[in-house]
Nanobody, 124 residues
Framework: QVQLVESGGGLVQAGGSLRLSCAAS????????MGWFRQTPGKERDIVAA????????WYETSVKGRFTISRVNAKNTVYLQMNSLLPEDTAVYYC?????????????????WGQGTQVTVSS
């Protein structure tokens, strides 16, 4: 399994931006679809964005479409989540995840390697 380390979380005012990064090691990064998930206390971990192995296709959960952008640089073994126009309801712990050979990138249960998470807090 690939090992994942997220960074870039923090506190931001509503309307602001943050960029999350996720560095992978221990596997052939380009073999993995990558996803960003988020979780708030007492709720399930939900997928918010995903990207195919090549980066040619992306998927977004409805509430973040037009505000978040997922991208990857395979040469750097890194996936990013650019978050703009942040809302207080975006407050959560954000996790990146990897899925080996995943085709249906929006299916959250296909991801099986996880980072430790990074807190994003959006103040109103």
């Amino acid at each position: 399994q690939v090992q994942l380390v997220e960074s870039g979380g923090g506190l931001v005012q509503a309307g602001g931006s943050l960029r999350l990064s996720c560095a992978a090691s221990g596997g052939t990064f380009s073999n993995y679809a990558m996803g960003w998930f988020r979780q708030t206390p007492g709720k399930e971990r939900d997928i918010v964005a995903a990207i195919t192995q090549s980066g040619g296709e992306t998927w977004y959960e409805t509430s973040v479409k037009g505000r978040f952008t997922i991208s990857r640089v395979n040469a750097k073994n890194t996936v990013y989540l650019q978050m703009n126009s942040l809302l207080p309801e975006d407050t959560a712990v954000y996790y990146c995840a990897a899925g080996f050979g995943v085709v249906n990138i929006w299916v959250s249960t296909l991801y099986d390697s996880w980072g430790q998470g990074t807190q994003v807090t959006v103040s109103s």
